[in-house]
């Protein structure tokens, strides 16, 4: 709208820039014709200077463009302060971090299992799983997929609720050079054939409790306690597959809410870059992470790779606990929680 035109009340966000975003502060100005009126809304105090800064940046910027183009719209007026600006375009994009971005994520765990292989890495009420024991089960699991015909680049179904085995299954998968695809075992059974189908699964992996879904013709692994009986030769690392980290690691389906689900596919340096040296969560060997997530939600990815890619310790909570508030508040005091990602998924 041209500055002389009907009243109007542009609102213009500043962000405190030394303190991070902890003070919003909002500038309104209103266009009466014959005259302006201001009102500064503040959150939390904030120093004055910054807040008369801001207003003498604006009526300047007001004055010169009624006297020199009347007409221009608002929207194109210049109302940041120099310095404010260079911080909201400069500075805090200034995001650029290292990261492995040449690696798979079964890579940087095994080499977290070669730094810290006595460490704890899994959690789930009674059992505790060293990064050794761990990388073992998903060696073994590995094998029994090749077996049944896994190549590289296959897509690989879950269905498995939150547990050691959905961990152990996703690991297995990535060190076949497969791609891992995690479904809802609460959601419809049309849906979890839906997705089997749509991606072409060469296998689905279940567990002794699972239903499997009616009319399914991908073949089945089911996961027993059996899998836990092997040797040293089963357990070793697999020889390396040739896979780039740009390869996808696992697919992620869309709730379908607005249509067909779409499957989105996951590169592994993606899981990298949001794990490690993200910039606004520092994983450390001492932190606990709740996985908390539905298994076919994308908060899951955060929750398990996060801890397991710098040597922290991944809990495991199962569907019921996180569904019972004070269970669930009992659960993350008791195995001392340090992180939890927040997500409305169950």
Not at 90 to 107: F, L, V
Not at 186 to 194: D, T
Not at 203 to 227: E, G, K, M, W, Y
Request: glycine content about 4%; overall charge negative; some cysteine.
């Amino acid at each position: 709208m041209p500055l002389g035109a009907t009243p109007t009340t542009p609102g213009i966000e500043f962000l405190n820039a030394q303190e991070s975003t902890n003070y919003p502060f909002t500038l309104s100005v209103e266009d009466f014709g014959s005259a302006l009126g201001l009102t500064a809304q503040v959150v939390e105090p904030i120093d004055s200077a910054r807040v008369c800064g801001y207003m003498q940046q604006t009526l300047q910027s007001l004055a010169d463009a009624l006297e020199r183009a009347p007409d221009m719209p608002v929207w194109q007026l210049e109302v940041l302060p120099i310095e404010e600006r260079e911080c909201l375009l400069q500075t805090r994009n200034a995001t650029t971090a290292p990261y492995p971005e040449h690696q798979c994520i079964h890579q940087l765990f095994e080499e977290q299992v070669t730094h810290t292989p006595k460490a704890t890495a899994l959690v789930y009420e009674d059992q505790v799983w060293s990064y050794a024991g761990l990388n073992a089960q998903a060696n073994y699991l590995a094998r029994q997929l090749i077996e049944l015909g896994a190549q590289p680049g296959d897509y690989i179904a879950t269905l498995l609720e939150r547990s050691v085995e959905l961990v152990v299954a996703q690991l297995a998968i990535l060190k076949v050079g497969a791609v891992y695809v995690p479904m809802d075992p609460q959601a419809p059974a049309q849906r979890q054939a839906w997705i089997v189908a749509d991606c072409a699964a060469r296998l689905l992996i279940i567990d002794a409790r699972t239903q499997v879904p009616a009319a399914l013709a991908t073949p089945l692994l089911r996961l027993t306690s059996s899998n836990a009986n092997n040797t040293d030769a089963l357990i070793a690392n697999l020889d390396p597959v040739v896979r780039s980290s740009l390869d996808t690691a696992y697919v992620m389906y869309t709730s379908g809410s607005t249509g067909t689900p779409k499957g989105v596919l996951v590169p592994h340096c993606a899981i990298a870059r949001l794990v490690i040296n993200n910039g606004y969560a520092d994983i450390g060997t001492d932190d606990r992470v709740a996985f908390a997530a539905n298994p076919a939600f994308d908060a899951s990815t955060f929750e398990v790779w996060a801890p397991l890619l710098n040597g922290g310790t991944l809990v495991v909570i199962d569907h019921d606990t996180v569904l019972k508030p004070d269970t669930f508040v009992r659960t993350l005091q008791k195995e001392r929680i340090s992180i939890i990602r927040h997500s409305r998924q169950s």
